[in-house]
Each structure stands twice: as structure tokens, then as C-alpha cells.
Nanobody, 125 residues
Framework: QVQLVESGGGSVQAGGSLRLSCAAS????????MGWFRQAPGKEREGVAS???????THADSVKGRFTIFKDNAKNTLYLQMNSLKPEDTAMYYC???????????????????WGQGTQVTVSS
């Protein structure tokens, strides 16, 4: 059973930065595609970024150039560095994982078997 625990959320002003962390209970170097999703109140969950076993990354257009996904294999931890935050980034952010070497269809939430409990990010204008 894979356990994922997010941390690092909080409240910031527009233009600020936050770094989210996701501690995994497994070796994320091995055949795991991992992703970050977010869900704002009244909206569907949307994919933000993904990273595969070989550290190939994708970023949604809405965050490209502002957010960066990366991982520390030695710590079994996934990160999301968020810069130039906007009020529309306000959401609950979730870490997710699935057992595949690559990340086909990276923003389809139903493809991910394991989820963290979420961490809230609030950006004020």
C-alpha cells in the first residue's frame, strides 16, 4: 500500500511562492508516475504537473513557467515549487501516484491509484 502525505500549503499574497512536499512510503525511483492535482471549491479536480520514473515532466498550461515539479529520490519525496502565485491558484492540492514507468494521459485523475489527503493553498489579491 502506497501512502502519500502532503505538506507545505498555506496562505500567501499574489506574487508569492510556496513549495509543496509529498512524502511517499515507497521508493519513488521505481516505476511510479507521480502527479500533482488541485481542486477548487465547486470545480473539478485538475491536473497540474506530472513526473515519471525518468524524471520527464509535464506542466499544465495554466501553471507553465510558474510551477515546477521535481522529486528527491533519496528522500522519496515529490515537490511542487510554486512561484508567481495568483488568486486563481487557490485550491486544495493533492499528490497522486500510479504504478507505471511513464505518465501517459498525465492529467486523468482516474488513472492514479494512490492519493494523499491534500494541502490547502490560498492566494489573496
Amino acid at each position: 500500500q502506497v501512502q502519500l502525505v502532503e505538506s507545505g500549503g498555506g496562505s500567501v499574497q499574489a506574487g508569492g511562492s510556496l513549495r509543496l512536499s509529498c512524502a511517499a512510503s515507497v521508493y519513488i525511483t521505481r516505476n511510479y508516475c507521480m502527479g500533482w492535482f488541485r481542486q477548487a471549491p465547486g470545480k473539478e479536480r485538475e491536473g497540474v504537473a506530472s513526473i515519471d520514473t525518468y524524471e520527464t515532466t509535464t506542466h499544465a498550461d495554466s501553471v507553465k513557467g510558474r510551477f515546477t515539479i521535481f522529486k528527491d529520490n533519496a528522500k522519496n519525496t515529490l515537490y511542487l515549487q510554486m512561484n508567481s502565485l495568483k488568486p486563481e491558484d487557490t485550491a486544495m492540492y493533492y499528490c497522486a501516484a500510479r504504478v507505471t514507468w511513464y505518465c501517459p494521459d498525465p492529467y486523468s485523475a482516474h488513472r492514479y491509484a494512490y492519493w494523499g489527503q491534500g494541502t490547502q493553498v490560498t492566494v489573496s489579491s
